[in-house]
């Protein structure tokens, strides 16, 4: 029997985080949420996530930036997946994979939000979880 994967979820949108929970567990997955860096940080302490969802702007504009550094650090065999508004709201548009100057962006991959359950279940796969 497989263990569920454990997955950080970290927005601080309320409404971002039930929806995408209530997705995760219909995949058995353990969710561990939090609406802040601190609480997250706290977590992935304690928790050991399999995999961090994160929202990037959250108190402050690069919150999403700065936890994906401090993940990586503390965990640096966890996928994280970066979720952001960040385009639809100012027109910039982050690619972790396109122009030089991206290996600061510590997230493996960048989905823009709206995000599509579909599309996260296709970067799990391609993560191998």
Request: glycine letters at 6%.
């Amino acid at each position: 029997m497989n263990k569920p994967l454990k997955v950080l979820l970290v927005d601080d949108d309320l409404d971002f985080l039930f929806q995408q929970r209530v997705n995760l567990e219909q995949l058995d997955c353990e969710v561990m949420e939090a609406t802040s860096v601190e609480q997250a940080l706290s977590l992935v302490e304690s928790g050991s996530p399999d995999v961090a969802i994160i929202d990037l702007m959250m108190d402050r504009m690069d919150d999403g930036f700065v936890l994906a550094h401090h993940i990586k650090r503390m965990r640096p065999g966890t996928p994280v997946i970066m979720t952001t508004a960040v385009t639809s709201v100012t027109g910039y548009s982050f690619d972790k994979n396109g122009g030089e100057g991206k290996d600061w962006i510590k997230a493996d991959v960048i989905l823009p939000k709206p995000v599509r359950f579909e599309q996260l279940k296709a970067e799990f796969r391609k993560l191998g979880l």
